[in-house]
């Protein structure tokens, strides 16, 4: 009966959850600033250069600071530090990213309507490749008042190639 005793208390002890005390754990990071009182910062500032859209409608509000923002998004991917974005009105026409490159084929893009989209080459540290990004975003369909809300901006990388030699960045 003893031996059963102990066998039972020894099964019930081995089952019970042990309760211990939670780890802590000591923040890593560590903030550093230059002498001047600023941050550090391992990288130059990107070099931004936006053009909106000189025909869109007067109600659109400046859409560069959210497009600044699609085009870093869409580029996040290639995990290098950018170093130029020139974002320009109007969608890549005639689907040539590298304008300005070869020969001009003629061709006859879409209707669109003016601020409804834009594209953007970007720049990265080390690299000679350039991100190609095409951005737009929804605009409402029926008129009205008060102006109808106009989407967010999406954003597409197209690709992410060293360019033809004749193609120099705007």
Known sequence: MRR?????AALV????????????FAPTATFTTAASGEP???????DVRCTPDREAAAGLADPCPEAIVAVELAVAPVRLPIRRVVIEPGPFYCNDVWPGAGSE???YGPIIRPGQYM??????ERSDKIAAV???RD????????EP???????????????PAAWVMP
């Open 4 to 8: 059963a005793a102990i066998a039972v």
């Open 13 to 24: 002890l081995g089952c019970s959850p042990t309760v211990s005390a939670p780890p802590t």
């Open 40 to 46: 550090a910062r391992s990288s130059p500032p990107i």
């Open 105 to 107: 084929a003629p061709c």
């Open 119 to 124: 594209h953007a080459w970007v720049s990265f």
């Open 134 to 136: 095409m951005l737009g």
């Open 139 to 146: 605009f409402p369909t029926e008129p009205g008042s008060p």
């Open 149 to 163: 809300t106009v989407g967010p901006w999406s954003a597409t990388l197209v690709t992410v190639e060293v360019p």
